[in-house]
């Protein structure tokens, strides 16, 4: 039986040129194949895809694999060749017109590219335009196959993906269609009627064969303690009925192309809800179960990801387009906004008219769930690798080139929850992009123009606010301009400790400065923690005064005299704001209630922020009402120490 898996690595596991051994639970050897992707700076493994051919198993048996490292790497012997897997066809008809491509044709035409190579597997990946009867390119729609094949099994897995997305072809638009895609003339997948939104792709996978009936339950706990996860609750016991629910929601429209899956087709949408969190509900849960049902789900909203218009691929490249090549590209402000003045030439997308480009799925970077990190993480499918890129340059391209300074890509003008889930991406994709793809330079570039930016502006700033929360862009919007939401500055925490353990060395001042906002709410000289996860924090006086130097004016403006006057134990308060005592208030019983939006800055406060943090931490652990992260772990973050 097949089987490719993606697996993460802690710096120092597994040595630059080592090799990777595998063990089933009666002490079999299994040979493995190792293709390397990402490395840490000293040279040893991040992330590879890892692939085998497993004995056959009878149906619902387990089978226990262990990994160890091993002296040297096997070599891959000769050029990689396709195999012989069957030529898997896209066919679609669009106004009376049949367009097609062929994986077959395009493996001859083109010198395809190697994802996977070696005694088990080899992956080759080519893509082209669909072509009509004599020729014709269709100008919109192009599809992209990666055939995998298994030679000893003598199997292939076709990935297939049909895009409408190039990002400077002229009158970009909603199409129509019927389609039909075959591998070995045998009809794997069929719609009518599919309108393809502008600027989206989608994806299916095909098999010759039967596909192998596997589901493979990766090691949380070492997925987490490699750092490339944050340090989700270990402890946290998904309900069954949270997990039945989670595959009772998919079905019908949603989970097929141009369909959103579990994700909110309309992201400005206000409340609190699964999608939102350094991972999404949906994914936490899978993390932390490897339950088949939350696998089910994420994976497929992760495949449905491509639905959104975010997707503006370089028909110049072939990759995701780049602020990098394109620096003054933009969806936002005049055309007169997007002139290089390097080139002398506007780099403004071409008009999307509003009838023709109508689409019911709304994206946002607010409310934005992280899609393909962790899918990309257990698969190393280059789907979700690209969705994670094309995600990455949306959010960071979609700003006017004047506010984010153009080619440095800066997210300090956004909503602050915008500027922490476009900051988790960015991190994201920086940290997993393979080595040798020419975007990992792209990606790490933007995110160090960020991190300098938040760092001169307020870690290494002496004449930064003393509170540690974020207040530029469109921060204090709250109480006539004197308020700020700390829920939002608390997701920015956040996403600066993931991405402070991803191991980029300039976030870690940053996280330092930042955490003082959520620390000093808890413990701070004046303040009480029960107004912590408040929904909104006054930060000064008027919107032309100052900041306030003490977290203790900050909370007595919050509150008022009169309260601010009452002591934080003994009940006195409780009662003034109308909560029982040790309760936070701000829907402290709900998965996403603003204490738990806060529960993810206080971990990370424990781990970097010393003795005040641990405090911090401890307050917040006494709490009388928490919520049941069995129901949806999103939050559940805990500190590592």
């Given at each position: 039986?097949?089987?490719?898996?993606?697996?993460?690595?802690?710096?120092?596991?597994?040595?630059?040129?080592?090799?990777?051994?595998?063990?089933?639970?009666?002490?079999?050897?299994?040979?493995?194949?190792?293709?390397?992707?990402?490395?840490?700076?000293?040279?040893?493994?991040?992330?590879?895809?890892?692939?085998?051919?497993?004995?056959?198993?009878?149906?619902?048996?387990?089978?226990?694999?262990?990994?160890?490292?091993?002296?040297?790497?096997?070599?891959?012997?000769?050029?990689?060749?396709?195999?012989?897997?069957?030529?898997?066809?896209?066919?679609?008809?669009?106004?009376?017109?049949?367009?097609?491509?062929?994986?077959?044709?395009?493996?001859?035409?083109?010198?395809?590219?190697?994802?996977?190579?070696?005694?088990?597997?080899?992956?080759?990946?080519?893509?082209?335009?669909?072509?009509?009867?004599?020729?014709?390119?269709?100008?919109h729609l192009a599809a992209r196959f990666a055939i995998r094949w298994y030679g000893a099994a003598k199997q292939a897995r076709v990935d297939v993906v049909v895009e409408n997305?190039?990002?400077?072809?002229?009158?970009?638009?909603?199409?129509?269609?019927?389609?039909?895609?075959?591998?070995?003339?045998?009809?794997?997948?069929?719609?009518?009627?599919?309108?393809?939104?502008?600027?989206?792709?989608?994806?299916?996978?095909?098999?010759?064969?039967?596909?192998?009936?596997?589901?493979?339950?990766?090691?949380?706990?070492?997925?987490?303690?490699?750092?490339?996860?944050?340090?989700?609750?270990?402890?946290?016991?998904?309900?069954?009925?949270?997990?039945?629910?989670?595959?009772?929601?998919?079905?019908?429209?949603?989970?097929?192309?141009?369909?959103?899956?579990?994700?909110?087709?309309?992201?400005?949408?206000?409340?609190?809800?699964?999608?939102?969190?350094?991972?999404?509900?949906?994914?936490?849960?899978?993390?932390?179960?490897?339950?088949?049902?939350?696998?089910?789900?994420?994976?497929?909203?992760?495949?449905?990801?491509?639905?959104?218009?975010?997707?503006?691929?370089?028909?110049?490249?072939?990759?995701?387009?780049?602020?990098?090549?394109?620096?003054?590209?933009?969806?936002?402000?005049?055309?007169?906004?997007?002139?290089?003045?390097?080139?002398?030439?506007?780099?403004?997308?071409?008009?999307?008219?509003?009838?023709?480009?109508?689409?019911?799925?709304?994206?946002?970077?607010?409310?934005?769930?992280?899609?393909?990190?962790?899918?990309?993480?257990?698969?190393?499918?280059?789907?979700?690798?690209?969705?994670?890129?094309?995600?990455?340059?949306?959010?960071?391209?979609?700003?006017?080139?004047?506010?984010r300074r153009n080619i440095q890509g800066l997210l300090a003008t956004d909503q602050v929850r915008g500027q922490a889930w476009s900051l988790r991406t960015l991190g994201q994709?920086?940290?997993?992009?393979?080595?040798?793809?020419?975007?990992?330079?792209?990606?790490?570039?933007?995110?160090?123009?960020?991190?300098?930016?938040?760092?001169?502006?307020?870690?290494?700033?002496?004449?930064a606010n003393k509170l540690g929360a974020v207040v530029d862009g469109y921060a204090v919007l709250y109480k006539d301009r004197t308020a700020l939401a700390p829920w939002q500055?608390?997701?920015?925490?956040?996403?600066?400790?993931?991405?402070?353990?991803?191991?980029?060395?300039?976030?870690?001042?940053?996280?330092?400065?930042?955490?003082?906002?959520?620390?000093?709410?808890?413990?701070?000289?004046?303040?009480?923690?029960?107004?912590?996860?408040?929904?909104?924090?006054?930060?000064?006086?008027?919107?032309?005064?100052?900041?306030?130097?003490?977290?203790?004016?900050?909370?007595?403006?919050?509150?008022?005299?009169?309260?601010?006057?009452?002591?934080?134990?003994?009940?006195?308060?409780?009662?003034?704001?109308?909560?029982?005592?040790?309760?936070?208030?701000?829907?402290?019983?709900?998965?996403?209630?603003?204490?738990?939006?806060?529960?993810?800055?206080?971990?990370?406060?424990?781990?970097?922020?010393?003795?005040?943090?641990?405090?911090?931490?401890?307050?917040?652990?006494?709490?009388?009402?928490?919520?049941?992260?069995?129901?949806?772990?999103?939050?559940?973050?805990?500190?590592?120490?």
């Amino acid at each position: 039986m097949p089987l490719s898996f993606g697996q993460v690595f802690a710096p120092g596991d597994l040595p630059r040129g080592a090799g990777l051994a595998g063990k089933l639970a009666d002490g079999t050897p299994l040979p493995l194949q190792l293709d390397v992707k990402a490395s840490h700076p000293d040279g040893s493994v991040r992330h590879a895809v890892v692939s085998a051919l497993l004995p056959k198993l009878g149906a619902g048996k387990a089978l226990g694999l262990a990994l160890a490292k091993n002296t040297k790497q096997a070599a891959a012997a000769g050029a990689p060749k396709p195999g012989v897997g069957a030529d898997t066809v896209v066919a679609i008809v669009v106004d009376g017109a049949r367009y097609t491509a062929s994986s077959a044709s395009l493996l001859k035409a083109q010198s395809p590219q190697v994802w996977l190579h070696g005694p088990v597997v080899t992956e080759l990946q080519v893509a082209g335009p669909l072509v009509d009867a004599k020729g014709e390119e269709h100008p919109h729609l192009a599809a992209r196959f990666a055939i995998r094949w298994y030679g000893a099994a003598k199997q292939a897995r076709v990935d297939v993906v049909v895009e409408n997305d190039w990002a400077y072809e002229p009158d970009p638009r909603n199409i129509t269609y019927d389609v039909t895609i075959t591998a070995g003339g045998k009809r794997v997948f069929e719609k009518r009627g599919l309108t393809h939104y502008h600027h989206a792709r989608w994806r299916t996978l095909a098999w010759t064969g039967e596909a192998p009936a596997l589901h493979l339950r990766h090691d949380s706990a070492y997925l987490i303690a490699s750092r490339a996860l944050p340090n989700y609750d270990r402890g946290v016991v998904m309900h069954e009925r949270a997990l039945a629910a989670l595959a009772s929601s998919w079905n019908g429209a949603k989970t097929e192309p141009m369909g959103v899956g579990l994700a909110a087709p309309h992201m400005p949408g206000p409340g609190g809800r699964a999608d939102i969190g350094l991972l999404p509900g949906w994914a936490a849960a899978y993390l932390l179960s490897m339950d088949a049902r939350a696998k089910l789900v994420t994976l497929g909203t992760a495949d449905l990801a491509g639905s959104w218009p975010t997707h503006y691929r370089d028909k110049r490249t072939g990759l995701p387009v780049s602020l990098l090549d394109y620096p003054y590209m933009t969806i936002l402000g005049r055309n007169t906004d997007t002139r290089n003045p390097k080139t002398g030439k506007q780099e403004a997308f071409p008009p999307c008219p509003r009838e023709q480009c109508k689409s019911p799925n709304n994206p946002d970077t607010s409310h934005q769930p992280g899609f393909a990190y962790l899918p990309y993480l257990v698969t190393g499918d280059h789907y979700y690798l690209e969705e994670l890129q094309f995600w990455s340059m949306f959010n960071v391209f979609s700003s006017n080139p004047g506010y984010r300074r153009n080619i440095q890509g800066l997210l300090a003008t956004d909503q602050v929850r915008g500027q922490a889930w476009s900051l988790r991406t960015l991190g994201q994709a920086a940290y997993i992009t393979p080595d040798g793809h020419p975007l990992k330079r792209h990606f790490n570039a933007i995110l160090d123009s960020n991190l300098d930016w938040y760092n001169t502006t307020y870690s290494h700033n002496p004449s930064a606010n003393k509170l540690g929360a974020v207040v530029d862009g469109y921060a204090v919007l709250y109480k006539d301009r004197t308020a700020l939401a700390p829920w939002q500055d608390d997701f920015f925490t956040a996403a600066v400790g993931h991405v402070a353990e991803l191991g980029f060395k300039d976030a870690e001042p940053l996280l330092k400065w930042k955490l003082r906002f959520p620390v000093e709410r808890m413990v701070g000289d004046g303040a009480c923690w029960l107004v912590g996860a408040n929904y909104t924090y006054t930060v000064r006086a008027s919107a032309s005064a100052p900041y306030f130097a003490t977290i203790g004016e900050a909370y007595a403006a919050t509150v008022g005299p009169e309260r601010a006057a009452l002591p934080c134990t003994g009940g006195e308060l409780a009662s003034a704001l109308k909560q029982s005592p040790g309760d936070m208030g701000g829907y402290a019983a709900a998965v996403t209630g603003f204490p738990s939006n806060m529960q993810p800055a206080l971990a990370y406060a424990v781990d970097a922020g010393g003795e005040r943090g641990r405090k911090a931490w401890e307050v917040f652990m006494r709490r009388s009402v928490k919520p049941d992260y069995g129901e949806g772990p999103q939050f559940a973050v805990v500190p590592r120490k």
